[in-house]
């Protein structure tokens, strides 16, 4: 089985940054695609950013040029770096994967159990 855990959240200023990480564990074989999505309290979880085994991205509109999501294939790790924070960006961020493990190896969706980032002054 694979584990995502994802670290960094915390409360910030508006205007400010902050950069998630989320580190894939277990007996993985590949990853297909990592993500990250978020949920306002009250609110749907949506889809913030995705990036794919050969490197292409997709952002959703309300962060694009704020956000970049980024990997580092040799350690199983993803992050997502968040400048130009705004109170709307509050919510908890979850990592995602799609990933390749186990014997025999097989794909699977996991998800993090999530960090709450807080936009406030």
């Known amino acids: 089985q694979v584990q995502l855990v994802e670290s960094g959240g915390g409360l910030v200023q508006p205007g400010g940054s902050l950069r998630l990480s989320c580190a894939a564990s277990g007996s993985i074989v590949s990853i297909n695609a990592m993500d990250w999505h978020r949920q306002p309290p009250g609110k749907e979880r949506e889809m913030v950013a995705a990036i794919r085994s050969g490197g292409s991205t997709n952002y959703a509109d309300s962060v694009k040029g704020r956000f970049t999501i980024s990997r580092d294939s040799a350690k199983n790790m993803v992050y997502l770096q968040m400048n130009s924070l705004k109170p709307e960006d509050t919510a908890v961020y979850y990592c995602?994967?799609?990933?390749?493990?186990?014997?025999?190896?097989?794909?699977?969706?996991?998800w993090g159990e999530g960090t709450l980032v807080t936009v406030s002054s």
């Open positions: 995602h994967g799609q990933i390749v493990a186990g014997r025999p190896a097989y794909t699977g969706s996991y």
